[in-house]
């Protein structure tokens, strides 16, 4: 494997790997590798003939008061991680190098991106589509892994593949759970330990969604919303950021389930903010017994 730090260097990896022929397979990271971030990389591996990794903590998707600073950063262990799961280029570049003096073009999206995560964290998508543009150009995969953890993301991302024309496929891979149903995350490291046990509430509350919609048949957003803050409310460690059930393309808040709905949430436990979701859908209409033609 090596490890790249100039944007050139990739590039010419790039055109030389798709003038050859082969088949670039891309995982961009903000690096603490986990197996969230693994799995992405195995699929990139079945999928592509050349696995590019990205590490790059990107400053224009963190806001003035976010946690930039103190994001942990361990390219040593990244790194390693990555030769262990034959990934062939590691690209980690500094700040400078792909946000030089001077810079100021970025990617903007509208209404997707300005609820949600993009509500509570304004200016958040315009750094990401902003990063993932740059990233697609300097590494110009065939196919682009994101994880389903991010859902606003990965649908944003989706948006602008298609929106702007760029010849890459997104690849939308499922969230991976520790045992007790906590999503991996890079910021789980910020929890103590009592926070790491309160931490489950998210995907607790997640469950009991999920129940309601697809075994309990329950079709009120307004009630799935209620259960979802009463299992968080429930947990005194966590503090709500937001709640919502929305249509899982348009994110437009529904009032009734009735197709592929996102329920996605953002929790504080002390000073850490984790964000998960579920993708549910209502149980099929049930077929009407044999020999009914009604
Ligand atoms: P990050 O390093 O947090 O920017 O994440 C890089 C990519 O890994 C994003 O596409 C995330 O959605 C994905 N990812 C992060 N955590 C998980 C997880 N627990 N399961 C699957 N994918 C994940």
């Not at 390693?80 to 280029?89: A, N, S």
């Not at 750094?127 to 859902?151: S, W």
């Not at 759970?177 to 998210?202: C, I, K, M, Q, Y």
Request: charged residues 25%; glycine residues 6%.
């Amino acid at each position: 494997m090596d490890l790249v730090r100039r944007v050139q260097a990739m590039q010419e990896m790039a055109r030389q790997a798709r003038g050859t022929g082969k088949k670039i397979a891309f995982v961009p990271t903000m690096g603490a590798l986990h197996d969230g971030h693994l799995s992405l990389v195995r699929r990139a591996r079945e999928l592509g003939d050349v696995v590019v990794v990205s590490v790059f903590i990107n400053p224009k998707q963190f806001g003035p008061a976010e946690d930039f600073a103190r994001y942990p950063r361990d390219l040593a262990r990244d790194a390693d991680l990555c030769i262990q799961e034959g990934v062939d280029h590691l690209f980690a570049p500094e700040p400078d190098e792909m946000y030089p003096p001077g810079h100021r073009t970025f990617v903007d999206m509208e209404g997707l991106t300005t609820v949600l995560e993009g509500s509570a964290r304004p200016g958040h998508f315009r750094g990401v589509l902003t990063v993932v543009m740059k990233l697609l150009h300097v590494v110009k995969p065939h196919f682009a892994f994101f994880g389903q953890k991010d859902a606003q993301q990965a649908l944003i991302v989706r948006r602008m593949v298609k929106d702007l024309n760029l010849d890459a496929e997104v690849v939308v891979a499922p969230t991976v759970r520790h045992e007790d149903g906590l999503a991996l995350s890079s910021r789980n490291a910020f929890l103590g330990p009592a926070e790491r046990a309160a931490a489950t509430v998210l995907s607790r509350a997640l469950g009991r969604a999920r129940q309601m919609v697809e075994r309990e048949d329950v079709r009120s957003a307004r009630a799935i919303e209620a259960a979802v803050r009463e299992v968080l409310a429930a947990e005194p460690r966590a503090r709500i950021d937001y709640v919502a059930v929305v249509d899982a393309e348009t994110l437009e808040p529904r009032e009734e389930i009735t197709g592929e709905t996102l329920i996605p949430l953002a929790v504080f436990l002390g000073g850490t903010r984790l964000i998960d979701n579920a993708l549910v859908r209502p149980p099929a209409a049930p077929r009407p017994p044999a020999g009914d033609k009604a």
